[in-house]
């Protein structure tokens, strides 16, 4: 299964972020992590393209969908740009 642009860029921003595991956001898509692995490539061209700078959140990456929302809930918090 392909993601469309939309997915993958979103893909790209969330690894780049660093808030969310590959293997979550795989099943999260209903992907592959393989397939997602191989469709971060034209996340990320279209991110380093434009000159998209993503600051990575601090701590590790999130494992399960309640460390993903209190991740993202923590990040709400802060002010902070993509």
């Not at 490539?41 to 000159?51: K, P, W």
């Not at 959140?57 to 209190?70: F, K, M, N, Y």
Request: no cysteine; charged share 25%.
């Amino acid at each position: 299964m392909s993601l469309d642009h939309y997915h993958r860029l979103l893909a790209a921003l969330l690894r780049r972020r660093r808030a969310i595991t590959s293997t979550l956001l795989a099943q999260l898509l209903g992907v592959t992590r393989t397939n997602l692995s191989n469709q971060f490539q034209d996340g990320h061209r279209l991110l380093d393209l434009h000159r998209v700078v993503v600051t990575p959140l601090p701590g590790s990456p999130a494992r399960t969908i309640e460390q993903l929302r209190v991740r993202l809930s923590d990040g709400d918090h802060q002010k902070d740009h993509l």
